[in-house]
């Protein structure tokens, strides 16, 4: 007599074929949540192992202790016991605090779990990106920039199948940049409908302590100065780069250079940075030496100078400081589900005239996102004035997809079904 198989069992072993088949093929079969899914895509481009895959510890005890002490979360350290960690022990969950960049600042909660999580470098310190260790509630909800629930065997590195996670991301209330993330790790208990409202509320808690931090740091500088009706001075703007569409790429009011603009859009998307070989592998369709690229950016920071930003990093090379970056913007939008935002921030393929690999992939990337919810959620008027542009005009999918969902009694039916034919007399 055969024994059932418990329905959790079932669907680990299905994600387990699944990732086998994914990584054997490079394509995701449809077994996962799309979001899971495009997660796990970017884990195989990314060339993450699966089975091999630690988080890293980049920085020294001291050097550690300093930089989460200066961090902007520290002051609200507070909000996020209260709420969370003193439950947490009688829950059996983990609490952790990271920042921007996926580095777990803190981990606490439950004792027992915490020694446990230690056996998958769940510690303070490590690096918890999804450019690091692939799908996981805290990574992919600082990639999105949303909240995310991970449950088991829908994490991506197989040393966190026994985990379940909720992450959402903590913004600054007065600029909106993004600070870090919180994040409740344990067993399914971590990824029941009440723990995200939880979670969630806890970031609006913080985030509301936060504004007090700001306001109450502005009088005192105000005091200090004896200039009581002074403004409190606004923090930079982050400069606009456009890169979308067929204009010369920009950065700000001046025009880059293709070259420029490849190496500038790259490292605005990998925001944690890109080390000298990956970067010009990203850059160079032939094989590049990092001595070719470090000409090029020699060239490049004479630009970024002339128009008032700051140099890049290097080692690995990291932006300075945040861009505006358009192509970003789209897809944090269609993260957040704006549909008819995202298609109007669109303008068009990124630096579509580039054949930089890494700007291949974020192109082809960007517009089959793009593609993708647009066949799945849009309506029948944002789908038109998407299949009206240049790149759809021969996509029949999509003109299908447009007769599918107009009413019966639409004039613009006539016109649809009359494109389709000479889509495929076009195709004969």
């Not at 007599?1 to 329905?7: I, R």
């Not at 985990?163 to 029941?192: E, K, M, N, Q």
């Not at 890109?274 to 060239?299: F, H, K, N, Q």
Request: glycine fraction near 6%; proline fraction near 7%.
């Amino acid at each position: 007599m055969n024994v059932p198989q418990h329905p959790q069992h079932e669907l680990r072993d299905q994600l387990l074929r699944a990732q086998q088949s994914a990584i054997a093929t490079g394509t995701v079969p449809p077994v996962l949540r799309p979001v899971i899914r495009e997660s796990w895509e970017r884990a195989i481009r990314g060339a993450i192992d699966p089975d091999r895959a630690l988080p890293s510890l980049e920085l020294d005890e001291d050097a550690f202790r300093e930089y989460r002490a200066a961090h902007a979360l520290a002051p609200v350290l507070p909000v996020i016991r209260r709420l969370l960690v003193d439950g947490a022990d009688d829950a059996g969950l983990v609490v952790a605090v990271g920042d921007s960049r996926g580095r777990l600042l803190w981990v606490e909660g439950d004792a027992g779990l915490r020694r446990r999580a230690e056996d998958m470098l769940f510690v303070a310190g490590a690096d918890w990106s999804e450019a690091r260790v692939g799908t996981s509630a805290p990574g992919t909800a600082l990639q999105l920039d949303r909240a995310m629930q991970i449950r088991g065997a829908e994490h991506y590195n197989r040393i966190a199948h026994p985990w379940s996670c909720t992450a959402a991301p903590v913004h600054d209330p007065v600029d909106g940049a993004l600070l870090g993330v919180i994040d409740i790790t344990g067993t399914d208990h971590a990824v029941a409908p009440h723990t995200l409202s939880l979670v969630s509320a806890t970031v609006a808690a913080v985030e509301a302590e936060l504004r007090i931090v700001s306001l109450e740091s502005t009088v005192r500088a105000a005091r200090r100065t004896s200039r009581t009706t002074a403004m409190p001075t606004a923090k930079p703007v982050r400069t606009p780069l456009s890169v979308l569409g067929g204009r010369r790429p920009q950065l700000g009011s001046r025009e880059l250079s293709r070259r420029h603009a490849e190496i500038l859009v790259l490292l605005a998307w990998h925001r944690q940075g890109l080390g000298a070989e990956r970067l010009a592998s990203l850059v160079y369709e032939s094989d590049a030496s990092p001595v070719t690229l470090r000409a090029e950016i020699v060239r490049l920071r004479r630009v970024l100078d002339a128009a008032g930003e700051p140099p890049l990093e290097s080692r690995p090379y990291r932006l300075g400081r945040e861009l505006d970056l358009d192509a970003a913007s789209v897809a944090k939008l269609l993260g957040q589900g704006a549909l008819r935002r995202a298609a109007e921030r669109y303008a068009g393929p990124v630096l579509p005239d580039s054949t930089a690999p890494g700007v291949v992939e974020l192109r082809d990337d960007l517009a089959g996102r793009l593609r993708e919810s647009m066949l799945s959620d849009a309506s029948p008027e944002l789908l038109l004035a998407y299949a009206d542009r240049d790149e759809c005009r021969y996509d029949t999918e999509v003109w299908r997809a447009l007769l599918g969902i107009l009413p019966p009694r639409s004039p613009r039916r006539a016109s649809v079904v009359a494109h389709l034919e000479r889509i495929e007399s076009a195709l004969r």
